[in-house]
C-alpha cells in the first residue's frame, strides 16, 4: 500500500494549483443545482481532494465533510493551512479501506480522480460499502471521445498517471456494476468552473453543440445507491 502512496505522492499537486475559492463555491452551486440538494447538511467525502479546498468550503457551510488524498504533500499542506479542519483530512489511497462504518455517507465525489485509478473496481466498492440506501456517487472525468479537438486546443494530455480515461457508455457500465441508478452526462467542466466568463460561457455554449455527437471534454456520472 505504501508502494501506491508514494508513486503518487505529487501527482495532483499542478491541477491543485489551478484550484480557487471561487471555483470551488461555483462548482458546489452547480453540483446542488443538478442534484437537487443542500451540500450544508450531507455527510460528505472528496475522492482526490489534494490541498482540501472543497473541504473547507463545504466545512465552513456546515457539512460534515472528508476528504481524502493519496499524496503525502497535499493532505499535509491541507491540514497546514486549514488547522481547525486537520481531522477531515486522510492520508491514504482511495483502493484501501476508508476509516468510516457502513453505510454511514450520504455523497462521495471526485473531480478528475476517476482516469487516475488503477483499480477502480476497489474503489467503488469501498464507496458503495460506505454510502447509504440512496446515497449519492458523484464523479466528472475526462472523454476520451473528446480527446481530439481537445488536444488541439489544450495540448496533449502528458500526465503518465491518467490510466483509466473513458468513454459515457464504459463509465455507465462500471458505476451499473455498484449501483442501482446511473446518470452519464456530457459536458464540458469549463462552463461549470473556470474563474474566466468568457471560458464559463464558451463551455455552456458547446455543451449542447458537442453533447449530442458525445464529444465534450469532460462526463458528469452520478450513481444512487
Known amino acids: 500500500r505504501s508502494s501506491r502512496r508514494s508513486r503518487h505522492s505529487n501527482a495532483r ?16 452551486r452547480y453540483l446542488e443545482k443538478q442534484l437537487k440538494l443542500d451540500l450544508s447538511d450531507q455527510r460528505i467525502l472528496e475522492l482526490g481532494a489534494a490541498y482540501g479546498y472543497f473541504v473547507r468550503h463545504l466545512a465552513e457551510r456546515g457539512a460534515l465533510v472528508y476528504g481524502l488524498d493519496v499524496s503525502k504533500y497535499a493532505v499535509f499542506r491541507a491540514r497546514s493551512e486549514a488547522p481547525q479542519w486537520a481531522d477531515r483530512f486522510i492520508w491514504q489511497s482511495a483502493d484501501e479501506s ?56 489544450f495540448g496533449p494530455d502528458l500526465d503518465p498517471t491518467h490510466v483509466n480515461i473513458m468513454v459515457a457508455e464504459e463509465v455507465k457500465e462500471l458505476l451499473g456494476e455498484y449501483f ?9 467542466l469549463e462552463s461549470a468552473y473556470s474563474n474566466q466568463w468568457l471560458f464559463r460561457l464558451g463551455g455552456r455554449l458547446l455543451n449542447p453543440l458537442l453533447g449530442p455527437f458525445r464529444l465534450t471534454r469532460h462526463l458528469f456520472a452520478w450513481a444512487e445507491k
Open 180 to 188: 442501482s441508478r446511473v446518470r452519464v452526462s456530457h459536458f464540458n
Open 13 to 28: 499537486s499542478a491541477t491543485s494549483a489551478r484550484v480557487t475559492p471561487s471555483k470551488v463555491a461555483r462548482f458546489c
Open 98 to 153: 476508508y476509516p468510516f462504518e457502513d453505510e454511514t455517507l450520504d455523497l462521495i465525489f471526485s473531480i478528475d480522480t476517476l482516469e487516475h485509478l488503477e483499480r477502480p473496481r476497489a474503489v467503488l466498492r469501498e464507496c458503495q460499502r460506505v454510502l447509504k440506501p440512496g446515497g449519492l456517487f458523484v464523479a466528472v472525468t475526462p472523454n476520451r471521445r473528446g480527446e481530439g479537438w481537445s488536444h488541439l486546443l
